[in-house]
């Protein structure tokens, strides 16, 4: 897969849809991926990266951003609250907003800066204890929290079971955001995106299908 094959995928799922061509944001995941592989997807007019872990985007992105200009990275991996401070300095919007904690600090940090990355709040559609993200009875809460302390709220985000079908986990995750009136909708990765698509994904997160496996080593 490239990262044209996969724009082209993107491009006929929204029209299968019915919905406008470029509605939805292709967030190429370079979490662990060797340089080089990012270097390419930059080098062909990517500017939209997803990352998962605050120290590899710090050690990664001033480069790359000083090398090809204004470059868009989201924060889709865990935040721990005491690299919040980092993050909103990395990050142009953060996916994994999923406890009170995180919200204060990220709203504290806003207030300092007069400025925020945008938020989405992570649900766990699936009900997974291992699983980070507000449960869906707390999602309508957790929203009118964040939305009274002036967080920029984009939207809503999931991670649907491994081995499940993911349908039914995005169509949830649609209707809450619909019912809070949140238009951003986080969803769909490399396996799911075109389903996720098709239940109206605005920010798709894709690793693999364009860049390779990714090697833990
Ligand atoms: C790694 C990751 C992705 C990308 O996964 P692929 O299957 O490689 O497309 C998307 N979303 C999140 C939250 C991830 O951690």
């Known amino acids: 897969m490239s990262l044209q094959a996969i724009t082209a995928r993107i491009a006929a799922a929204e029209a299968a849809a019915g919905r406008k061509a470029g509605s939805v ?33 710090a050690a990664k992105w001033p ?9 868009a990275v989201h924060m889709i991996g865990p935040l721990q609250t005491n690299k919040a401070k980092l993050a909103v300095e990395l990050f142009d919007a953060i996916h994994t907003v999923d406890r009170a904690s995180l919200a204060e600090k990220l709203a504290k940090l806003a207030q300092g800066r007069g400025a925020s990355p945008e938020v989405f709040v992570q649900v766990n559609t699936g009900l997974e204890p291992q699983k980070a993200g507000v449960l869906p009875d707390d999602v309508d809460a957790f929203v009118a929290s964040c939305r009274a302390m002036d967080l920029p709220l984009a939207g809503l985000m999931c991670i649907p079971p491994e081995g499940e079908e993911s349908t039914p986990h995005f169509k949830m995750l649609a209707g809450m955001a619909a019912r809070n009136g949140l238009v951003g909708l986080s969803m769909g990765m490399s396996g799911d995106f075109e389903a996720a698509i098709a239940e109206g994904a605005t920010h798709v997160r894709v690793g693999s299908a364009i860049f390779g496996a990714r090697n833990y080593g």
Not at 37 to 56: D, I, K, M, P, T
Not at 63 to 71: C, L
């Open 25 to 57: 944001q292709l967030i190429a995941v370079s979490k662990v991926q060797p340089d080089a592989r990012v270097r390419e997807v930059l080098a062909a007019g990517h500017r939209l990266f997803g990352e998962n872990y605050v120290q590899e985007a």
């Open 63 to 71: 480069g790359f951003r000083a090398e090809f200009g204004p470059v």
